[in-house]
């Protein structure tokens, strides 16, 4: 399937400084010429190529300089070293600058390049591991024998969820003087008897 050029990508060169037209002009060229099934358009403003709904690369004109680069961020560090292009800043993708004609990567390079892209596009993510549960927080002595002194925070704090009461042991325990600790036991007790949570009043109701 050919790809189609899109009028926006040609208005995007046609607005670029003198300098940058020719780079980008070149970019594309071989960015097509690479043989891969591409879609082309515009991301963030800027002329994107696409492969089966994924993005594959992208350029960007700037007031001194043109930018490209992959998606996958761990080829476009090897773009980087291969070219020894300086980074060029952007939230969205990590670009190489580019300033001269002679800095556009070679076709051949090029094409290499963007069958790694797809290829890597087409990968499956990889799985995350579930995180181990935090391990059951320790109840400092304080409060431990507090609740004996109020039968509803006593039983309360002991169906609470471990988050739950982690919250309140780690409330109490980080008090840097020892009025402040007591004073956030005798809250934490009056809270706990009432089944709120720590943080209560941020819940939604």
């Known amino acids: ?60 004109a700037f007031r001194a300089h043109c930018a490209f680069g992959f998606w996958d961020r761990e080829l476009q560090a090897e773009v980087a070293k291969a070219t ?36 890597r596009a087409k990968a499956p993510a990889a799985k995350c591991e579930p995180r181990a549960p935090k391990p059951e927080a320790e109840v400092p002595e304080d409060l431990s024998r507090a609740p004996a002194r109020n039968a509803a925070a006593e039983r309360r704090f002991a169906a609470f969820s471990p988050s739950k009461r982690r919250e309140y042991i780690d409330w109490i325990t980080e008090a840097k003087r020892e009025e402040t600790r007591q004073s956030r036991l005798e809250q934490a007790l009056e809270w706990i008897a009432e089944g709120k949570s720590r943080h209560w009043k941020y819940e939604r109701r």
């Open 1 to 60: 399937m050919k790809l189609q050029k899109r009028s926006q990508v040609d208005a995007y060169i046609a607005a670029a400084a003198p300098f940058a037209q020719p780079i980008l002009k070149l970019l594309r060229e071989r960015v097509l010429a690479s043989g891969i099934e591409l879609e082309e358009t515009l991301k963030w403003r800027n002329p994107t190529w696409m492969h089966e709904g994924k993005i594959v690369c992208g350029m960007a």
């Open 84 to 119: 020894g292009g300086g980074s060029s800043d952007d939230s969205v993708m990590h670009r190489i600058r580019i300033e001269t004609l002679a800095q556009v990567p070679s076709a051949a390079q090029l094409k290499g390049w963007m069958k790694q892209a797809v290829e």
